[in-house]
């Protein structure tokens, strides 16, 4: 499903408090109200299929907009579409084509097994038999929970209650999917296959996916593209990669040496960032790269070298600041 974002804005009236119990008093009767300007005139889209970070500091906005998107609330002012859809109006058909699935709240039923709650699912999306059991097959084998979906779910691992969670919440083959943390908690192995399955997925059904997530590995495993929001404002929208060479276009090179050396012979190439008797970092411009390496290999046992973009926290800190600022 494609989503469609013209000017969206929405905001809240909050209650202002005052200090003093003669004021409190006094607000019992007479409430003033201060307006929290969540989201302030962002405009997207995303086309069928797509897979996007939705991205941005605590407090950014992330939450409101996905809220909207899913129906929960109303825009203030602007338009929403999702598909043929207007989200707040909540269309039956509209909702079978959608799924949440967040690390933090779970819809699988603590003291029944989760192959419990892929039948409850199946009854209210009124997923033919035939059809449930081919894709409980296949989300089972995909996401390796045959020998775990029989036990109650208050048995199970964590990581092995996300791979149901994800499984419950794709039984009626939703076209749109709202990720908020999906990895949160799990071990680097789980990570590593929810990851890929969501991406799969993606690919093999045309599902868009809408991403937001703290954990940057996440983004750069499953997205392609990435919306940033601050303060209620749109910050950055498109290539993921092309972000990263905006805001730090320099090279991480590290060496790894096979005997104890000093890093000075390499300091004027650019910043030494790490470096102990056997690995130096360097941050270099990408105009410089090509020197740097061939002098180090001159003048240093070098045994094996990486070459790497900034990493995707950093980039955010530096997008984020610059919201800050403006």
């Known amino acids: 499903m494609d989503i469609a974002v013209e000017r969206l804005v929405k905001h809240y009236r909050v209650h202002s408090r005052s200090a003093g119990a003669r004021a409190a008093l006094r607000s019992l009767f007479f409430r003033k109200y201060d307006t929290v300007r ?12 797509e897979r996007v970070g939705f991205l941005g500091p605590n407090g950014a906005g992330k939450t409101t907009t996905l809220k909207v998107l899913a129906g929960l609330l109303a825009p203030t002012s602007g338009a929403v579409r999702v598909g043929v859809f207007t989200p707040n109006q909540r269309h039956d058909e509209f909702l079978r084509n959608i799924m949440l699935v967040t690390g933090q709240k779970n819809q699988l039923l603590w003291d029944l097994p989760p192959a419990d709650t892929f039948e409850l699912n199946r009854a209210v999306y009124n997923v033919s038999p035939a059809d449930f059991a081919s894709r409980v097959g ?11 979906i ?3 779910t208050r ?23 709202f990720l908020d943390e999906p990895t949160i908690g799990l071990d680097v192995t789980m990570q ?5 399955f969501i991406r799969t997925y993606s690919e093999s059904y045309g599902a868009t996916v809408l991403l937001t ?5 996440d983004v750069a495993a499953i997205c392609d593209r990435v919306v940033i929001i601050n303060h209620g404002t ?26 104890s050396s000093s890093a000075d012979v390499l300091v004027h190439f650019g910043r030494v960032i790490a470096a102990s008797d056997r690995v130096i970092t360097l941050q270099v411009e990408q105009a410089r790269l090509k020197d740097l390496i ?7 046992p070098v045994s094996d070298l990486t070459v790497e973009n900034a990493p995707l926290e950093e980039v955010l800190a530096d997008v984020f600041a610059r919201g800050r600022a403006a």
């Open 38 to 49: 969540a989201v302030d005139d962002i405009s997207f889209a995303i086309a069928s299929g």
């Open 213 to 217: 997530s703290h954990d940057m590995d």
């Open 294 to 300: 061939e002098r180090a290999f001159l003048v240093l």
């Open 192 to 196: 590593a296959l929810v990851r890929r």
């Open 150 to 152: 029989r036990k109650p």
């Open 138 to 148: 296949e989300l089972v084998e995909l996401l390796d929970i045959g020998a775990v």
């Open 234 to 259: 749109l910050s950055y929208d498109g290539d993921l990669g092309e972000l990263v060479k905006q805001t730090r276009p320099e090279k991480r090179v590290t060496f790894t040496l096979s005997q």
């Open 155 to 177: 048995q199970l691992s964590l990581g092995e209650r996300m791979k149901c969670e994800i499984a419950a919440a794709l039984i009626h083959r939703p076209r749109l999917l």
